[in-house]
């Protein structure tokens, strides 16, 4: 089995159908058959394959869908009419857990594909296998044969493909056609609901019935079905349908006189003197604290000492305290300050790492001129004694016979220098020590030393007690002399005596 996946090239895509039976992974093989899998995933993309049918199944064979209709008849491909078949040499029926195109005939190929349950070698180069189930959901995979069937090959409950889900898209550029319709967008249609007719003429007072409908149709049109009271209602003269307070004046208006108002009514049980002074006073330390803030000063010392030593609405002071008046714009103002503070902090900072750049571009720069003075220093004999050698190699001429003459008029020239030498210093006698302690680079002097080795007589035995440096010494630890020396008497030695004793007595 192993084999069979070595054989198959790497899968690229892959799918997650969940089915009646449960889940099945899917791996596609985008690179080998890319029609049919880019056909396979615009449609798991669009929604296609939801709540279609298992309509076929052949035991032991395969399992076919994909058809929405789910006769085995219908189905479409995305490009709009059947596309061709895709074969490659390395996919093969081989195995089951196969996914393939499903047709009628040569390149007939639209949406519907079937799963095999074993090796098919029959359907080999007639179907495009273009997928593989994976993992354990091979099992969920072969429950799809356990469905009961008719003779036709058509399960009798048949399983279902519920959602497609694309884990792994290896084409980009895909992007489904039609939108699905979310639920939220889906209007429900209202039902007209039909208004009722009341009959009258079933009631004893149906007449007096009659009469007050149609006055209260009337009201409704005039006030828009608005809530109404007995002083609409009735026809008392007690009853008048004026509101007392105007609702047309200005609410600012309202709030100006609020305190007039109060103040003359005799009736008002909710607001004493002491409290509307208490108001006044705290309206007033209000625009205080407001006026200190906009203009960036601290609480004067007045404002602390008039401070009310109790306050009835703590939550509404604090809020009072937050908000003043103009606080946004002195917010949006005070941000862009810390902008252009922060703005004008990152500028100084590029200004210096570009300033600390240079100058270390500068030291460096610095450091390669005078590595390179230096070592153009150093390096000036040697250049131009390898200029000198340059110029001595392009004298030299080609192989052949020129060259042949060349060398041989070098080594006269040689010969007749080493024999100059030797005549020279014949006629002055040996070279002194004045001579032999001069620079080696003295190309003479060389030519004119003699060699003169040592003669050595033949030694016959040489004496024992003088060493000289040559000398080589020998020491064997078994040798009698050495034992003796050590004080040591071998059994070796007593044995011999006494062997030499009897033969003496012989």
């Not at 196969?98 to 005939?105: F, P, Q, R």
Request: hydrophobic share 25%; proline share 4%; glycine share 4%.
């Amino acid at each position: 089995m192993s084999n069979v996946y070595i054989q198959e090239p790497p899968t690229t895509g892959k799918i997650l159908m969940k089915t009646s039976v449960g889940d099945i992974e899917i791996e596609l093989w985008a690179k080998e058959t890319p029609k049919a899998c880019r056909n396979f995933i615009q449609l798991c993309m669009e929604n296609y394959y939801d709540n279609t049918i298992f309509h076929r199944v052949v035991k032991g064979f395969i399992v076919q869908g994909g058809d929405p209709t789910g006769t085995g008849e219908g189905g479409e491909s995305i490009y709009g009419s059947p596309f061709k078949d895709e074969f490659h040499t390395r996919l093969r029926f081989c195995r089951r857990g196969l996914l393939a195109m499903a047709n009628a005939d040569k390149d007939d190929n639209g949406s519907q594909f079937f799963f095999t349950f074993a090796a098919t070698p029959e359907l080999q180069n007639k179907h495009t296998i273009f997928g593989k189930v994976i993992g354990e959901t091979l099992y969920n995979m072969l429950k799809l044969e356990e469905a009961l069937v008719d003779e036709n090959d058509r399960p009798i409950y048949p399983q279902k493909i519920l959602k497609t889900e694309i884990l792994n898209n290896p084409f980009v550029d895909i992007s489904p056609r039609i939108e699905s319709k979310k639920k939220s967008d889906v209007k429900e249609t209202k039902k007209e609901k039909k208004a009722g007719v009341k009959n009258f003429k079933l009631l004893s007072f149906g007449e007096e019935a009659e009469e007050d409908e149609e006055e209260s149709a009337i009201l409704n049109k005039q006030l828009n079905n608005k809530a109404k009271s007995a002083h609409d209602r009735l026809s008392d003269p007690k009853l008048s349908s004026q509101p007392v307070i105007d609702n047309t004046e200005p609410p600012n208006k309202k709030l100006k006189e609020c305190d007039d108002v109060d103040s003359e009514s005799d009736n008002n049980t909710f607001q004493s003197s002491e409290t509307i002074a208490a108001i006044a006073k705290e309206k007033t330390e209000i625009t205080e604290r407001i006026k200190n803030k906009l203009k960036g000063g601290k609480k004067t010392s007045d404002s602390k000492e008039t401070e009310p030593t109790k306050v009835t609405n703590n939550d509404n002071v604090e809020e009072e305290e937050e908000y003043y008046f103009g606080k946004e714009r002195y917010e949006e103002r005070k941000r862009k300050m810390n902008a252009i503070k922060k703005e004008i902090r990152d500028l100084k900072r590029t200004v210096q790492n570009e300033k600390k750049e240079k100058e270390a571009d500068k030291k460096l720069e610095d450091d390669k001129q005078e590595q390179k003075r230096k070592q153009s220093e150093i390096l000036k004999d040697y250049l131009q004694t390898q200029e000198e050698y340059k110029k001595a190699k392009q004298k030299i001429p080609a192989k052949g016979k020129t060259r042949e003459d060349f060398t041989l008029n070098l080594l006269n020239k040689f010969k007749n220098k080493l024999q100059d030498t030797k005549e020279c210093t014949k006629g002055n006698g040996n070279t002194t020590k004045e001579e032999e302690s001069k620079d080696d680079g003295d190309d003479e002097l060389w030519m004119a030393h003699i060699l003169h080795c040592k003669e050595k007589a033949p030694v016959l035995a040489k004496d024992a007690s003088t060493k000289d440096d040559d000398w080589f010494e020998i020491y064997d630890p078994r040798n009698p002399l050495n034992k003796r020396r050590r004080g040591e008497t071998t059994n070796g030695s007593r044995d011999s005596k006494k062997d030499r004793y009897h033969s003496r007595r012989k």
